[in-house]
């Protein structure tokens, strides 16, 4: 019997020729499995992002191939809801990307400031990091009283992260060093509660983000912005449903207000191109002119 079945195994195909169609069969299981299990569906998601965030989700947990991810997902809460953090993406460190920040502070608050109201939207927001980043810089400049910050993620998983607020930093000194470089001169104090690994917004903070799911893929506008801050959202998907989300930023936002990418993003080449001008050089930050 052995024999045989040696001799069987010689005429299949070889493994490392069917090692890339294997791969892509697992991920379409994986993909259907978390639709029909919890309705999560993962397949409007630009492929070689969703491969990227799988490939380190597998790495961080010594996970051998994506049919041994999906037991796990299957099988064990906890790292379920680990994983879908991990695909709704945005930033998990508060102050990330300081020069951005440094910039918004300097060129978009100033005229957000002229508004007697303010509301901005922070779509694919992750665990809302970002969110409570721009919450400190709008409560430093004297508008937090009269702003309100929507983030929305891309799963409930997410949503119910982000509302808990509790954030990982290396040490205060480097969340300080952060705040600093965005251009913050407060005490940390003014805006968190930390510990020596944690940080937790203060009440005035929490109060202005508001938390919520909202699909780029199914959902609608939810309400009219002034800026919108959408850094990392649009190479999550594929192409078809980023024309849908830059008619839906498009139509999110009043005429003259701001629509904030992330590095190595812009509008070059999409459909609402000519309707929006770069205002700060070397930072993705545009202004709706049309």
């Not at 005429?11 to 978390?34: F, G, V, Y």
Request: net charge neutral; aromatic share 8%.
């Amino acid at each position: 019997m052995v024999e045989q079945v040696d001799a069987l195994t010689g005429a299949l195909p070889s493994l490392e020729l069917r090692r890339d169609e294997l791969a892509d069969i697992e991920l379409q299981l994986l993909i259907d499995a978390l639709l029909r299990y919890g309705g999560y569906d993962l397949r409007s998601m630009n492929q070689a992002v969703l491969r990227r965030r799988i490939a380190d989700v597998m790495r961080a947990e010594s996970i051998a191939t994506i049919s041994g991810l999906q037991d796990r997902l299957l099988h064990d809460e906890r790292m379920l809801a680990s994983f879908l953090v991990m695909m709704s993406g945005g930033a998990s460190q508060l102050f990330h990307d300081p020069p951005f920040l440094k910039a918004f502070a300097l060129h978009v608050v100033p005229l957000l400031q002229t508004y007697s109201f303010v509301r901005i939207w922070v779509p694919g927001s992750g665990i809302g990091a970002t969110a409570y980043s721009l919450a400190a810089i709008l409560d430093e400049a004297g508008i937090l009283d009269r702003s309100v910050i929507y983030a929305t993620t891309l799963n409930d998983v997410a949503a119910a992260v982000s509302k808990a607020g509790v954030y990982a930093h290396a040490s205060e000194a480097d969340l300080i060093a952060s705040m600093r470089q965005a251009g913050l001169v407060s005490p940390v104090s003014r805006f968190f509660e930390t510990t020596r690994s944690q940080a937790f917004p203060v009440d005035r903070l929490r109060q202005s983000v508001m938390f919520a799911r909202h699909s780029p893929a199914e959902d609608g506008p939810i309400n009219e912005f002034h800026a919108i801050v959408a850094r990392g959202i649009f190479p999550a998907f594929n192409g078809s449903i980023q024309y849908r989300l830059h008619r839906l930023t498009y139509d999110s936002l009043l005429h003259l207000g701001f629509l904030c990418l992330g590095q190595r993003e812009s509008l070059a080449g999409t459909v609402h191109e000519r309707a929006f001008r770069n205002v700060v050089p070397g930072q993705p930050i545009y202004r709706k002119m049309r």
